[in-house]
């Protein structure tokens, strides 16, 4: 019997960031990669937000999944979506959720927002990780034919690999095309998240991104995460800022005090629903 037949399902978005979420704690199964594209085909969404049982301290453990089925470290913008939906279940204004990337700490900020604590960057090579050491992960040997000002991009780990490249104005490149090809260029073992970024100010970074496993996106919270920290690194911008992406704003703070990094930002609900056991059956992902 498939994971998520006949499952209740949540749908949210952060800043058009597309999740669905669905909770597995009371009945815990492993989800499949079939499944997960299976469900994004009926119920479309960038990431898949599984929630199991907690252990210790956490509210709950969870499981990422893209629309391709394959598996995220990070998502900050789902992170947000499950702690608004677990805050309003249990009342609590501060909650902490385990992932493959870490604890991730997560409270209410008022005026309907929520702040994700995102950990520390991984700026080594070996940790994002690239396929062989580079002497500076701030600007990296890489580019891509026919686009020349697409050229060394700065790389951070979120939980998640990303690439972050310097532009004057992301609107004007085609990322639909630029972004897969980065994506699974050999340089990235584990594919990465494709960022074009701007910095018209030092206090407000402008970007797009193209996300590993799911696409276009209109918000992606750790490539604002990440963005925000290659933009510091490089003396671009402060550690406090605003990242502008194509669904809004997000409020970034790289703190000094222990260098982890502080998403915040509003989530949105659209609706209930089940996954449909026949729709799971007909895929093969029962």
Known sequence: MSALADRDFVKMNGLGNEIVVVDLRRAPAAITAAEARAVARREPYDQLMALYPGR?????????????GSEAGACGNGMRCVAALVSAETGKTKLAFETV???????????????VDMGRPRLRWDEIPLA???AD????????AGEPSLHSPSVVSMGNPHAIFWVD??????LSVIGPK???DPIFPERANITLAATPSRDRVVIRTWERGAGLTKACG???????????????????LTVTLPGGDLAIEWREADDHVLMTGPTEYEHKGRFDAALLAAAGAS
């Not at 210790?56 to 391709?68: L, T």
């Not at 604890?103 to 702040?115: D, E, H, Q, V």
């Open 182 to 184: 980065l994506e699974h």
């Open 56 to 68: 210790g301290a956490s509210d709950a453990s969870i499981r990422i999944y893209n629309n391709d």
């Open 169 to 174: 104005d992301p609107q004007t490149y085609d």
């Open 101 to 115: 990337a870490g604890l991730i700490p997560c409270w209410r900020a008022g005026n309907g927002l929520f702040t």
């Open 137 to 144: 992960t701030r600007a990296i040997e890489l580019k891509i």
């Open 132 to 134: 062989h050491a580079v």
């Open 222 to 240: 750790s490539a604002a995460c990440a963005a925000a920290v290659a933009a510091a690194r490089i003396g671009r911008a402060d550690r406090k």
